[in-house]
């Protein structure tokens, strides 16, 4: 066996190369292991190819889990100005698309290159790909079977990430390593994932695929329903876009959903100004408020004529297609599962772990980073953001700062 490392990383994406950057420049001697034959895949295809990297606003509010405060620590430590900063070093150009929302002008790329220059400037070894087999503990730390032979260190850092887009190279191993080592895991789920809907509930519906339209859409009950105003995109088994994404974190099984198709706008209000107004069909007058595919379909849903003279619609019927468009409740049958979904919610429970350091508080020397954690941030560069700082955090614990 050769002489120890400080430290063994197992996974080479996101959190596993930061922490590994950082540990290594702190002076730690570290090895990075990685059982997908290419480096930081989920990073390459992020952002459509060019990495939504941060979000400039990112904050424990825009974070979920059984334990909602065990982030902040974290964040405050390593922020978005942060790891702003650190592009700006490498030159490399980025800008903000939307809400805070941060891309890279060229490629995803761009951050794997930086990435991986932060690793040989801390003089890490990578093995990839390389299996891990095996973790024990031992007095001294762990032994680590891999199949390129046996390894020790005195840390072990678990950056495997969660479920999500299992063609890429995902897998449950971290979360079995936790099992392992005696950790709770809050059941994974994916999260940023399409909603689909049983056939009878779709079938009016499915031929808009391709539509997208601005939308307010909410699930949950009580007086603080989750609420976000996004862009929706129907697909042909359902919903996605922005907007279902965010939502789909937080909805649950046989809870409804709640959209208003036109935010903003009295659309009921709108429809009787027009009757007095225009001698246009109601179907123009729908048009002129939604998609007119969308329109067309929703008006032959409900049964109404299209092709009514304005003048001649009644005022209680506009008044009902207004309060139908502005509350749209539907409840989906699922959703696109694990190859469709963008992140995993879930993962090794916080309170088992120490919010400075992400150190188990089960086994010492053994910490949980990035995806593998039950910490999921909304859509739009929160998780990147939770990847660099849940690293930053554990790779400065490890070198005592």
């Given at each position: 066996?050769?002489?120890?490392?400080?430290?063994?990383?197992?996974?080479?994406?996101?959190?596993?190369?930061?922490?590994?950057?950082?540990?290594?420049?702190?002076?730690?001697?570290?090895?990075?292991?990685?059982?997908?034959?290419?480096?930081?895949?989920?990073?390459?295809?992020?952002?459509?190819?060019?990495?939504?990297?941060?979000?400039?606003?990112?904050?424990?509010?825009?974070?979920?889990?059984?334990?909602?405060?065990?982030?902040?620590?974290?964040?405050?430590?390593y922020t978005p100005a942060d790891f702003i900063d650190l592009l700006k070093r490498?030159?490399?150009?980025?800008?903000?698309?939307?809400?805070?929302?941060?891309?890279?002008?060229?490629?995803?790329?761009?951050?794997?290159?930086?990435?991986?220059?932060?690793?040989?400037?801390?003089?890490?070894?990578?093995?990839?790909?390389?299996?891990?087999?095996?973790?024990?503990?031992?007095?001294?730390?762990?032994?680590?079977?891999?199949?390129?032979?046996?390894?020790?260190?005195?840390?072990?850092?678990?950056?495997?990430?969660?479920?999500?887009?299992?063609?890429?190279?995902?897998?449950?191993?971290?979360?079995?390593?936790?099992?392992?080592?005696?950790?709770?895991?809050?059941?994974?789920?994916?999260?940023?994932?399409?909603?689909?809907?049983?056939?009878?509930?779709?079938?009016?519906?499915?031929?808009?695929?391709?539509?997208?339209?601005?939308?307010?859409?909410?699930?949950?009950?009580?007086?603080?329903?989750?609420?976000?105003?996004?862009?929706?995109?129907?697909?042909?088994?359902?919903?996605?876009?922005?907007?279902?994404?965010?939502?789909?974190?937080?909805?649950?099984?046989?809870?409804?959903?709640?959209?208003?198709?036109?935010?903003?706008?009295?659309?009921?209000?709108?429809?009787?100004?027009?009757?007095?107004?225009?001698?246009?069909?109601?179907?123009?007058?729908?048009?002129?408020?939604?998609?007119?595919?969308?329109?067309?379909?929703?008006?032959?849903?409900?049964?109404?004529?299209?092709?009514?003279?304005?003048?001649?619609?009644?005022?209680?019927?506009?008044?009902?297609?207004?309060?139908?468009?502005?509350?749209?409740?539907?409840?989906?049958?699922?959703?696109?599962?694990?190859?469709?979904?963008?992140?995993?919610?879930?993962?090794?429970?916080?309170?088992?772990?120490?919010?400075?350091?992400?150190?188990?508080?089960?086994?010492?020397?053994?910490?949980?980073?990035?995806?593998?954690?039950?910490?999921?941030?909304?859509?739009?560069?929160?998780?990147?953001?939770?990847?660099?700082?849940?690293?930053?955090?554990?790779?400065?614990?490890?070198?005592?700062?």
């Open positions: 066996m050769s002489e120890p490392w400080d430290c063994v990383i197992v996974g080479a994406g996101a959190a596993g190369l930061f922490c590994a950057g950082i540990a290594g420049q702190l002076g730690l001697r570290v090895l990075v292991i990685d059982h997908a034959p290419k480096v930081a895949e989920k990073i390459r295809i992020s952002g459509g190819g060019r990495c939504n990297f941060t979000n400039r606003d990112a904050a424990p509010a825009n974070y979920l889990g059984e334990n909602p405060h065990f982030c902040r620590s974290a964040l405050a430590r490498y030159a490399i150009p980025f800008h903000e698309k939307h809400k805070g929302q941060l891309f890279c002008d060229r490629s995803a790329e761009d951050v794997i290159e930086m990435l991986l220059a932060e690793c040989e400037a801390g003089r890490v070894t990578r093995w990839q790909p390389c299996k891990v087999l095996d973790v024990r503990a031992t007095p001294t730390g762990f032994e680590i079977d891999t199949d390129r032979g046996t390894q020790s260190a005195a840390r072990v850092v678990v950056a495997t990430g969660g479920l999500s887009i299992p063609k890429i190279g995902a897998t449950d191993f971290g979360f079995r390593l936790a099992k392992q080592f005696g950790h709770r895991v809050i059941e994974p789920r994916p999260a940023l994932v399409p909603l689909t809907f049983d056939a009878p509930t779709w079938a009016a519906f499915a031929p808009l695929s391709g539509i997208a339209l601005e939308v307010h859409i909410e699930t949950g009950s009580g007086k603080k329903p989750m609420r976000f105003l996004e862009d929706l995109l129907f697909t042909h088994r359902g919903l996605s876009g922005p907007a279902v994404l965010q939502i789909s974190s937080f909805w649950q099984p046989g809870q409804p959903l709640r959209i208003d198709l036109a935010p903003g706008r009295d659309v009921g209000a709108l429809l009787r100004e027009a009757k007095g107004k225009s001698k246009r069909q109601l179907g123009n007058e729908v048009a002129a408020l939604l998609p007119q595919r969308l329109a067309d379909a929703w008006l032959a849903r409900a049964d109404v004529d299209a092709s009514t003279p304005m003048p001649q619609t009644r005022d209680k019927e506009l008044a009902a297609l207004g309060a139908a468009l502005s509350r749209w409740e539907l409840t989906p049958d699922g959703s696109e599962g694990w190859r469709k979904a963008e992140v995993t919610a879930g993962g090794v429970d916080t309170r088992e772990l120490n919010q400075q350091s992400m150190e188990s508080k089960r086994q010492p020397g053994l910490h949980f980073i990035g995806e593998v954690v039950d910490v999921t941030g909304w859509l739009g560069g929160y998780n990147f953001q939770w990847a660099w700082a849940s690293a930053a955090a554990c790779a400065r614990a490890m070198a005592g700062q």
